[in-house]
């Protein structure tokens, strides 16, 4: 039964399941070996969201300070932080100070994105050669009389399409995980501060995208 698996392959011109798999285990094992650099870039996607969000949310306490909203803020609080932090200029430089505290957080950030972004890149461009490499080394190990001919065309496309393809799964999937990361946090924020408000929530947005899939979404598919 495998070899007329790989007979079959080599009639259609793809590659078999075994070759498949064998791929597969390849990758694997090339990508076991960048565990830490994974680690290190999940930490710095974590570290951007994180930058992005205290950027965001110091809007609204800044905001507050200035138009005197909420002058007696809870000692602690973030309103309380900024009261201090623009207590320290004179009257008339305060707005400037405040806005200069929201464009340093805005910059910090930036920065913070841009350097997830760049070590995304050089995390995508390292896996991507180092598999682009190994199976242009294994196929010109075993089978080297076939790996350019015309019914043979599959593996070209492998070596060149498929490390590619992989790498952006690897990052898509990194992405994925501190987005879930993110979520988590944000829920167990949400439990702690409300947790009735949070299931109720919950129970209304569940209700309401089962109603759409129900009736909405699914009869129009």
């Not at 078999?16 to 710095?44: D, H, S, Y």
């Not at 950030?109 to 682009?132: D, K, T, V």
């Not at 987005?179 to 702690?192: E, G, H, I, R, T």
Request: charged content about 15%.
């Amino acid at each position: 039964m495998r070899q007329t698996d790989k007979a079959a392959g080599r009639e259609s011109g793809g590659v078999g399941p075994g070759e498949v798999f064998g791929i597969l285990r390849l990758v694997l094992r090339v990508l076991a070996q960048r565990k830490a650099a994974a680690c290190f870039l999940l930490a710095i996607m974590l570290a951007a969201s994180l930058f992005q969000g205290a950027g965001y949310g110091a809007l609204l306490p800044l905001l507050h300070v200035m138009t005197g909203a909420r002058p007696q803020a809870p000692l602690g609080g973030p309103h309380a932080f900024f009261q201090r932090w623009l207590a320290l200029f004179p009257d008339r430089q305060q707005a400037l100070a405040a806005a200069l505290t929201f464009a340093a957080l805005g910059l910090a950030s930036g920065a913070a994105r841009i350097m997830a972004q760049y070590f995304s890149i050089r995390f995508s461009m390292n896996l991507r050669g180092m598999w682009m490499k190994t199976l242009m080394q294994r196929f010109l190990e075993g089978r080297y009389d076939r790996v350019f001919g015309k019914k043979e065309g599959g593996y070209i496309n492998i070596i060149i399409h498929e490390p590619s393809w992989a790498s952006s799964a690897v990052l898509s999937a990194l992405e994925m995980t501190m987005q879930s990361v993110c979520a988590l946090a944000l829920f167990a924020l949400l439990l702690w501060t409300n947790w009735i408000a949070t299931v109720a929530s919950m129970i209304a947005v569940g209700g309401v995208s089962f109603i759409l899939q129900k009736f909405c979404i699914g009869p129009a598919l």
